[in-house]
Each structure stands twice: as C-alpha cells, then as structure tokens.
C-alpha cells in the first residue's frame, strides 16, 4: 500500500508496492497537478495510464470510440465513420485513423488561419458535422489540440466539447508540449473545457524532465479501453485479475508486456516536487518571451503568431509581399544557422509562409543561450539580406 501526499510530493513504503499500484500513484498525482475533473481519477470509473507515446494514446482511444460506436450501430457500419481534426493536429491522427480502420476519406481536416492563430473554429466543425449527418454518415470521434506542433495554437476545448456531446462523439484532447505548462495556475486556463472530454494526454517526456517515453493518458471510462482491447488468453489468467482485485494495463494499451514507466516520473515527482517543475517552466517561458522581444525590435523580421508558450514563430519580413522571396529567404536562413553548428532550430508552414520555429525546452537553456543565438540569427540574415 501507499500513503501519497500530493502537496509534498512525498510518500511512506508501508509494503513494496507493485508497479501497477506506483503508476496508479503517479498518474493521479499529475492529474491534481494539472486540476483534471475527478472522472479522470483512478478512484471512479475512469483513470490513467503511462503509453510510450501520444501517437499510441490517441490510437488507443480512437480504438475505444470506434468499438463502442460498432456495438451501438453494428460493424457494417464501420465505412460511415467520421473523424474530425483541424489543419494543424499532429499527423498522428492520420495514422491511428489508418491502424483503425477507418476510411481517409472520412476524415474531416478542418482548415485553420491566422485570424484564429490557427485553432480550430466551432463554427467549421458544426458545419462539417452537419453536413455528414445529412450525407447519412457517423460523426464518432473529435480531436482537439492543446498547443499544435507548428505554433502552439489551444483549440477552444469547451466549445468543441459542447459539438462532441450533442453529437455523441468522443472528444479526444491531445496536450502532448503544452500540457506540462498547465500545472501552472497561469496557464490552466488554456485546458479549461477538458471536463467536455473522453480522454486527455500529455507528454510527461517532452516538458517535465521525464526521459521518453512517458506519455500519460487519461481516461473517464476504463470499461471502453477495457472492452476494446482486453484479450485473456489461459496462460494469462490470475485469481486477481478475475476477481478485479488489480488493474491490467495490459488492456489499456497495444503491446502486451510493458515498460516500468512510472519509476522515472515517480523519480522526478520526489526529487523536483511541484514547485520546482512550475519554476522551470516559467523559466522556459520567461526566455521565449525575451526572443519574441528581440524578434519583434527588429525590423527585418516579424513575429507569425503570438507566443504562448516557450515556442516563437517568426521569419523574415516580406518586403512589398513578395512571399515567394520571402519564403526562399527564410528557407536559406534556416540552412545556414543550421549548418554553422552554433545553434539548430526548425521550421514550419503556415498559410503558405515558410516560417522558423524557435523552441525552448532543454535543462540547460539559460538566457545567455537565447543571446547568442539571436546574434547568430541576425550575423546570417544580413549577410542574406545584404546579398
């Protein structure tokens, strides 16, 4: 058994815990860090899980959504289910779509823009659900996004929420970068509306010092992960398992065996505790707002989208809105700050405009780095710019 405070992040040994009981003990903790709606929590129906990934957890879910559809309407129905997504959710929708067996064509890519900071509009799901509806389809799943890959845009989950539930979707939130920032008070606002979802994921490895992979997905319903996936095999079967006296996460996941991912959270939990992983995101934070500063005092170059998090997204002006200049610019740019071996950023596309992303997320990162960085930065677009 386990006695956990969640304040002091601290516990007494009474007997050596199993595995499953510790990633019981972990998840919990994250989900009142993050101020997750108590559905999320192991103590009711629903709970969470440690997936290596949150391209597994959304296939994982998406697999639960669609079965329990199927059971409803019958699996000849499989060919009328719907997806929906925005332009800018990570394409491991697409591939869960694939491995689920659901129809490309049925997924919706709802288009986003700069008038939104490229989140996702209600008012573009409603009309695409509807118009499904009317076609005799089987709106089933939503995903939304809580900062996208390309700019960190935060769908609006409640409105979404509300669209999912009277349609009778699942709504899947996908918080894999920016959801380690909501244990923050500050920044809790940009999940507001998760209660409106199924399941919610974040990446403990991407931005809570946790190595990969460590992926956690939560869920309000166990018994739909459950009914998906659950195999019982006789080689496979215990008195505790039937008696469900434990939870087998076996039936939580794709692969049978699994990895014990809880030990490294559990370490970081004790060894950081809560105030020292807020502080080092705020840190993170703190020096992407001193770049964005430095960006936009320079004429030669602009901000795309307005920073949220610890990513900026900027490029070179375009000059009399030549973009196909501008691009080409920002592409050479992007090749020669890479190849001097100083420093490596990446890049994106957004509304057709070649756009450089510029992430803060290593330990290390102090404020001297974002500095020099931007000094590489410039030496190399005047070179281009004077060319």
Known sequence: MLSAGLNTMSFSWVASPAATELEIVVVDWVAKLLNLPEQFLSKGNGGGVIQGSACEAILVVMIAARDKVLRSVGKKALEKLVVYSSDQTHSSL????QLAGIHLENCRVLKTDSSTNYALRPESLQEAVSKDLEAGLIP??????????????????AALGKIAKSNEMWFHIDAAYAGSACICPEYRQYIDGVETADSFDMNAHKW????FECSLLWVKDQSALTEALSTNPEYLKNKASQANLVVDYKDWQIPLGRRFRALKLWMVLRLYGAENLKSYIRNHIKLAKIFEQLVSKDPNFEVVTPRIFSLVCFRIAAVDNDEKTCNNLNRSLLDAVNSSGKLLFSHTILSEK????????APLTEEKHVMEAWKVIQEEASFLLSK
């Open 354 to 361: 070649f756009v450089l992303r510029f992430a803060i997320g």
């Open 140 to 157: 089933f799943f939503l995903c939304g996004t809580v900062g996208t890959t390309s700019s960190t845009a935060v769908d609006p989950l």
């Open 94 to 97: 697409q591939k869960a779509c």
């Open 208 to 211: 809570l010092l946790t190595n």
